[in-house]
């Protein structure tokens, strides 16, 4: 059989992402509320109706559909075609970046799959699910040592610092402060990320996560005082801190190796 061209690869790259993100829509919605992903079948959320299969191929049926039901003629959100289209482009990426790479390819398409899911589910309901946190760092580790003992033993190291060091750091700020920190589920999706991101990657994301939500609570309060409404005192604002955590693990993820290895050159 020939071998496909490179275009054709990356076609198919975009389909299997495509279909994942038609997936995470579904563990976006149910898990959360500890439903079933595999039953019942795609239902519309406002009627109920079941959606037949030509009424679920990712992107093209919500463009198909004019964005509503066929059924019950009710909007279909936005956001269904917008993590079908992120989902297959972050698989994309990743198959650029993990070329050669089989093993970490398949790790990685994973990684990115959980973050997508982290991301909307902490947006929507301010936790993340233990049930994906013990599936990222089940998938993480054999693939992480599949390809090599080094990379095994650095994905080990990394779930250790993600959950053990902010652990501690956790506990001493709620000692000192008695307010809470980093949610349980924050500690956890950092053991969870810790077989992707290394002891490196770990530090990395945590620091850009925190000044990101820093800059983004910030402006949101000065944004809700200049429109006249009462906002909590800045160090008391409660955001979603997921999204921050799953939106720098992408990017370390992506590109943080390269970007940051001159600076680890040793001297």
Not at 82 to 101: H, N
Not at 141 to 153: A, D, I, K, T, W
Not at 167 to 173: D, L, R
Request: charged share 10%; glycine share 10%.
């Amino acid at each position: 059989m020939p071998a496909l061209n490179e275009p054709g690869v990356a076609f198919l790259v975009l389909v299997l992402g495509a279909i994942v993100g038609s997936f995470l829509n579904v563990v976006i919605h149910r898990v959360p509320l500890k439903q079933s992903v595999v039953r019942p079948g795609s239902r519309c959320p406002s009627c109920a109706a079941p959606i037949r299969w030509w009424q679920n191929v990712p992107i093209l049926s919500f463009v198909l559909l004019r964005g509503r039901c066929s059924a019950c003629r009710a909007r279909i959100s936005w956001r269904y075609p917008l993590v079908e289209a992120a989902t297959a482009l972050l698989f994309l990426l990743v198959w650029q970046a993990r070329e050669g790479a089989p093993w970490l390819l398949l790790r990685d398409w994973g990684f990115v799959a959980f973050l997508v899911a982290v991301f909307f589910i902490d947006l929507d309901h301010r936790i993340i699910p233990n049930r994906l946190n013990v599936f990222a760092f089940a998938w993480g580790v054999p693939f992480s040592f599949l390809q090599g003992q080094e990379e095994g033993l650095s994905a080990l190291a990394g779930a250790a610092v993600g959950f053990g060091v902010f652990f501690g750091f956790a506990w001493i700020y709620q000692f000192t402060t008695g307010r809470a920190g980093l949610g349980g589920g924050d500690i956890k999706f950092l053991g969870a990320a810790g077989p992707y991101l290394g002891v490196a990657g770990i530090f990395w994301v945590i620091l850009v996560a925190s000044v990101a939500g820093s800059l983004v609570g910030i402006g949101y309060a000065l944004l809700s005082r200049r429109a006249g409404k009462r906002s909590a005192p800045l160090m008391r604002l409660a955001l979603p801190f997921g999204p921050f955590l799953a939106a720098a693990s992408i990017v370390y993820s992506l590109f943080g190796s390269d970007l940051w290895r001159p600076f680890m050159t040793p001297i």
